[in-house]
Each structure stands twice: as structure tokens, then as C-alpha cells.
């Protein structure tokens, strides 16, 4: 049945004209990111307030963390990026998967339809979007909810977005509503709701713990890879925390120093087996992680993680971005989206075993196990003009080859245990029925 799903929502719809593409992310040499070369904020496009503000709190008590830094950058209340700009798509600083081709969205959305089949089809699931962008992704998901609307007859379906920024909020709100939301009353959890243009309820949170309990589906598209990060130096005298300092040549200038000695971080997050000699830990994302495994546990669903990464491996990617081109991380702070690796060890470590993991896996191959393939082949064969197909080649390269987002993106599932281990196998261990494939980390044969 998911194998006659996928094959159903790949061939259905109508076509729409591909996205135009942007230069995506670009992967950050191993080496530690300066502050060095970088230009005043004025030049950069930026007021300078947010440089400022940094200045007098590093002038006040010393030099701060990244982590620090990064979360001043993209989320101050006033002149963060994420909460005054947050550029995404082609007229902004960077541009996502789901903006580069509608095909992106739809394979989410088989995926997690597959999933609540292969898990029984239960009544009733919210869709849990944290850090939802522009909103193109949802509305890609609830466009393949839509199509697939009978499958899902029986089923009451909700969206929930966690988003921190006003402004994308809102464009989020324009794009999945057409103008159908309202602010939510103070003594509710969520800050603001509507109903889609398909007539699905939705609900925005600024904190992932305002979302309801209940059986959820949860989707982090390029959402971990913004989340403040702490890095660490090894020295002749041990780990050492990289901070942030003003650079006493030159007073409206930030730069990167070692900390003297070791810091609370050091000791708490470098564990005792690591051999690479620089090491970037996200405390927020192992904190996230687990709530999202307890969840799971306790309330069944699935959680599916697509972003920059690697298993354990990289060491320096911390990097920003601006106009498409790579940024100076410490230059004009608040202007530019900054971005580090997630690390999908410390995920999976962070996840305590309360849920089976699957992958990293390459994003080139988790669309190709979806199907991307043959859903190109149905938009091409249903394009009449040489520039749509070009364009849908176009995309279709951005997303799959190595050079490009291929291998750069990686998909990481958070599933409960019962859904790959049969309940009967303690009692039954000679037990042969096959349990359905995960879509996406296992290939899935379209007959």
C-alpha cells in the first residue's frame, strides 16, 4: 500500500513552474573563521546598533561565548537577522530545497504519509514544523495532504509551526492562509492561528514546548544548523573555548580569542574520547533532540531532520552568509545569517536511546529512494515549453548532484522502536512477516 501511495502522489497533480534556484549554502573550509578583513557594519548594510550592544556587554564582563554571539546575531529581539530579516529565497541571503523545486516538499510529504501507514494509521496527527521558513514546505506537505486527501478521510490533521521571528510569521502566515489567521487569545499557547487554503487548522509557537502533547509528526528542515553553537581548541595545556573579544587595534572590530582556561563548557561538553582537535558543540540542539525523543516515546509519531552535516567527523563550519556569497561571521553581526554543521552523533547520542535513529544519509539518496526520479519524469513529460524543462533539470541538479546540494544535505529519522522491531518477536522469534520499509532510508520500489 505505501509502494501504490508514493506511485499515486508522484504521478498526481497539477504541474507548477519550477522555482528559480539560487547558489545554495557552500560548505566552509576546516579552519577557524576570523574576524579578520572584516568591513565596518555601515559598509556591510547594517546600522551597526546590534555591534554596538555587543561591544558594551564584552566591554562590561569579557569576552563571550559563540554561542552567545550567534544568538545575539540571529535572534535579538531588536536587530537579530531571524527576528528583522531572515533573507531566504532568491532575493534574500541564502535559499532552501524547497525553494529550489516544488518536488523537495512533495517527498516530504509522501514520506510522512507513508509512516503514519506503516504505523497503523492512527486518528489523529499534528505536523510539527520547527523553524518553518518562508512557509514553502508546509504548504508543498499540505499540498501532497491534499491530493492524498481520501487516505487521509479518517484522519484529523493540525500544523503547527515553532517560529521565533515576527516577520517570517507572518509571511508564512500570507503564504499557507492567504490572509486567514488571527492573533490567538494571551491565556493560549500559541501566538496566532488560522486555517489553510486546503482547510487544515494552524497554529504558530514561539517554543516547542507550547505545542500540545499528542501524536506528531516533527520536521526540522535547516533548523539546527542556526542554532547556537560553543567551539573548542585543543592546546598544549588542554581545551580551551574559542570566545569572541574586540580587537584592542581596532575598537568597533570583533575577533576570536581563546579563553585563558577552562570554561564550564569545556568541561561539561568535550567528552573524554574525542580526538579531533577542534570540536563544535550545540547544547540547544542535544536539549531539543531530547525532547523531541520523549515525545516520540510517549506519544508515538516520527521526526524527520534534514540539514548540513556529518557523523561525528568535521571540525570548524562555522560560517555566514550574505547575498548568497560567504560572510565574514564577525562582521556587521545581525546582517547576515550565520550557520554551523549539525552534528548527527551528538543527535543520536542526545536521543538516549529512547528512540531508533536512522541515517545521516546523503540527501541524493533519501529523493532518489522517494521516487524523485520518476516524479521528474512526469513533470518533463507534462512541460511544453524548452525554458520549463530546462529550469526543472536545473533544480533537479541543484538537489541532487554531490557538487551541489547532493551531498551536503544529510536526512536523519527519529522513529519509535516498536516501528522497526515486530512486538511479537520476543514471543515469536521465528516470526518472518516483513515490517514496511522507511520511506526515503530504504529504496523504495515503485511497481
Known amino acids: 500500500m505505501v509502494l501504490l501511495l508514493a506511485r499515486r502522489a508522484l504521478l498526481a497533480g497539477r504541474r507548477r513552474l519550477p522555482r528559480a534556484p539560487s547558489p545554495p549554502h557552500a560548505p566552509a573550509a576546516a579552519r577557524l573563521c576570523s574576524g579578520a578583513g572584516g568591513e565596518a557594519a555601515a559598509a556591510a548594510g547594517g546600522d551597526g546598533a546590534l555591534l554596538r550592544h555587543l561591544c558594551r556587554k564584552v566591554r562590561a564582563s569579557g569576552p563571550v561565548t559563540v554561542a552567545e554571539y550567534m544568538r545575539e546575531a540571529l535572534t535579538n529581539p531588536a536587530q537579530g537577522y531571524y527576528t528583522r530579516r531572515g533573507g531566504i529565497g532568491e532575493s534574500g541571503d541564502f ?70 521571528s515576527p516577520k517570517l510569521g507572518e509571511i508564512q502566515a500570507r503564504m499557507l492562509t492567504g490572509g486567514k489567521m488571527q492573533p490567538s487569545p494571551k491565556d493560549e499557547s500559541a501566538y496566532m492561528k488560522g486555517i489553510s487554503k486546503t482547510g487544515i487548522p494552524i497554529f504558530w509557537y514561539r517554543d516547542i514546548q507550547d505545542v500540545p502533547s499528542g501524536y506528531s509528526f516533527y520536521l526540522a528542515h535547516e533548523f539546527f544548523d542556526a542554532l547556537p553553537i560553543h567551539k573548542f581548541q585543543r592546546t ?39 580526538m579531533r582537535d577542534h570540536v563544535e558543540v550545540c547544547p540547544e540542539a542535544g536539549v531539543i533532540i531530547q525532547r523531541l525523543a520523549c515525545r516520540i ?73 522517494m521516487g524523485i526520479d520518476l516524479r521528474l519524469q512526469v513533470l518533463l513529460q507534462n512541460s511544453r515549453d524548452t525554458a520549463t524543462r530546462e529550469q526543472l533539470l536545473h533544480s533537479y541538479d541543484m538537489l541532487m548532484n554531490p557538487e551541489n546540494m547532493g551531498d551536503c ?39
Open 95 to 164: 535559499i532552501t530545497s524547497p525553494e529550489i523545486s516544488q518536488v523537495f516538499g512533495e517527498l516530504i510529504g509522501i514520506w510522512y504519509i507513508s509512516e503514519w501507514m506503516a504505523m497503523g494509521k492512527p486518528n489523529t496527527f499534528q505536523l510539527v514544523e520547527l523553524g518553518p521558513g518562508r512557509g514553502t514546505l508546509t504548504e508543498d506537505i499540505l499540498r501532497v495532504f491534499n491530493q492524498l486527501s481520501s487516505v487521509l478521510s479518517k484522519c484529523d490533521v493540525s500544523v503547527h509551526l515553532v517560529e521565533v
Open 236 to 274: 598544549e595545556k588542554g581545551w580551551r573555548e574559542v570566545l569572541v573579544d574586540i580587537d584592542p587595534e581596532v575598537p568597533d572590530k570583533l575577533r576570536f580569542v581563546l579563553s585563558p582556561s577552562s570554561t564550564p563548557a569545556t568541561e561539561n561538553f568535550i567528552q573524554p574520547e574525542e
Open 297 to 369: 516515546e510517549k506519544d508515538g509519531g516520527a521526526a524527520l531532520v534534514a540539514d548540513y552535516g556529518h557523523d561525528g567527523t568535521k571540525t570548524d563550519t562555522f560560517r555566514g552568509f550574505q547575498n548568497h556569497k560567504l560572510h565574514d561571521v564577525l562582521s556587521a553581526p545581525g546582517t547576515a545569517d550565520l550557520t554551523a554543521d549539525v552534528d548527527f552523533s551528538y543527535l543520536r547520542k542526545m536521543t538516549q536511546e529512547r528512540t531508533t535513529t536512522l541515517g545521516p544519509i546523503k540527501q541524493r539518496e533519501f529523493l532518489k529512494n
Open 409 to 447: 544535505f544529510n536526512f536523519f529519522a527519529l522513529l519509535p522502536h516498536h516501528r522497526l522491531v515486530h512486538p511479537d518477536k520476543k514471543d515469536k522469534p521465528e516470526s518472518k512477516s516483513p515490517l514496511p520499509p522507511v520511506a526515503g532510508f530504504n529504496e523504495l520500489l515503485l511497481k
